[in-house]
């Protein structure tokens, strides 16, 4: 039997996730998809075959939704996963899981509460191809214990309105996760520097920003995140360990040579470098609802806890210009590793 999946939010990750879903994921379609533009949420859910409507809300009271993608501003969904965890509806949420801590830890409280795990963030990084077996090489020791993680994080331009705090809480929130989710060790501090800005990047955007972070194990990671690059998109990862490193991101496909030059091409946009791992995040999300669990691989709300307190931390650090702590509540069982 098909996953009956409501859609809440209809703009560029939603829209996508339609399609994703109508075209490659199997036992799942859509139900409803809510936005609050409701030509829009028509217009996507009629391409899927399913209704449209302008309540977020609708979609998690209807009896016939199985389960949940929130792909809303973050800054609605605490109440939307708070209403889902209390239907016990398995949920995909886009990242952030909330705009900061506080509510962040609501959200875990509540989850703990109805004991069981519902909600997974997406952080699809974790789906990676490349990522994945970089987290494998590190998980059998090959590369010897870890030391240190060298990320760049390249947007080709920013839309309006994106602030040097969004590049820590919007862009470099990736990089939280992907360290905790590699070194498989909590974030304890944070620092950010800038050298001059980019005279390609909008006035009064620090870009580009080096941030680093202090990890529980002892490693060190520093991250170059640049928005208005100009040139594409581009994540970068190479773990230093105390036998050997290992690269991802490093430019691979096709090596073209025609009239005038040689080379390869580079991805523009997020939706399209990390489009495999999106599709594999959302199969194996409805693999694991159909059963009635989340994914063990992917993170959970705990994880998007812990990386909006380390966002705070970083926002903190920017602004101050000195080093700053993550204030984390302790692990509880539920979340044991
Ligand atoms: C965006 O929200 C993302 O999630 C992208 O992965 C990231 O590269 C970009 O900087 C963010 O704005």
């Given at each position: 039997q098909q996953l009956r999946v409501g859609l809440i939010g209809a703009g560029r990750m939603g829209a996508d996730h339609a399609l994703r879903i109508r075209e490659r994921i199997s036992g799942a379609r859509l139900a409803v998809v809510a936005d609050p533009d409701l030509d829009r949420a028509q217009q996507v859910a009629g391409s899927c075959g399913a209704r449209g409507t302008a309540e977020a809300h609708e979609v998690i009271d209807d009896s016939t939704v199985d389960a949940v993608v929130i792909a809303s501003p973050g800054s609605v969904h605490e109440p939307l996963l708070l209403a889902a965890i209390e239907r016990g509806l398995p949920v995909l949420c886009e990242k952030p899981l909330t705009p900061d801590a506080k509510s962040s830890l609501r959200v875990?409280?509540?989850?703990?509460?109805?004991?069981?795990?519902?909600?997974?963030?997406?952080?699809?990084?974790?789906?990676?191809?490349?990522?994945?077996?970089?987290?494998?090489?590190?998980?059998?020791?090959?590369?010897?214990?870890?030391?240190?993680?060298?990320?760049?994080?390249?947007?080709?331009?920013?839309?309006?309105?994106?602030?040097?705090?969004?590049?820590?809480?919007?862009?470099?929130?990736?990089?939280?996760?992907?360290?905790?989710?590699?070194?498989?060790?909590?974030?304890?501090?944070?620092?950010?520097?800038?050298?001059?800005?980019?005279?390609g990047s909008p006035e009064g955007l620090l870009d580009p920003q080096l941030v680093t972070f202090e990890t529980s194990s002892g490693a060190l990671v520093d991250v170059e995140i640049f928005v208005n690059c100009g040139f594409g998109y581009q994540v970068r990862c190479e773990a230093v360990g105390e036998r050997g490193t290992a690269l991802v991101g490093a430019d691979g496909g096709p090596l073209v040579h025609r009239s005038g030059g040689w080379g390869g091409t580079i991805s523009d946009d997020f939706r399209d470098r990390f489009g495999d791992a999106f599709d594999r995040e959302f199969q194996r999300w409805a693999d694991a609802a159909h059963q009635g669990r989340t994914d063990p691989n992917a993170a959970s709300t705990w994880d998007g806890y812990a990386a909006?307190?380390?966002?705070?931390?970083?926002?903190?650090?920017?602004?101050?210009?000195?080093?700053?702590?993550?204030?984390?509540?302790?692990r509880p069982d539920f979340y044991a590793l």
């Open positions: 875990v409280e509540a989850e703990e509460a109805r004991g069981k795990h519902l909600v997974q963030v997406g952080f699809m990084r974790r789906f990676d191809a490349e990522f994945a077996e970089l987290k494998r090489l590190l998980d059998v020791g090959d590369l010897g214990a870890p030391l240190m993680l060298h990320c760049v994080h390249r947007n080709a331009s920013t839309p309006p309105g994106f602030t040097s705090e969004m590049m820590i809480y919007d862009s470099v929130v990736h990089e939280f996760d992907t360290a905790r989710w590699l070194l498989g060790s909590e974030i304890e501090a944070v620092t950010v520097r800038a050298p001059r800005s980019s005279s909006a307190a380390a966002c705070e931390a970083g926002v903190q650090a920017q602004s101050t210009g000195t080093r700053a702590e993550v204030d984390l509540r302790e």
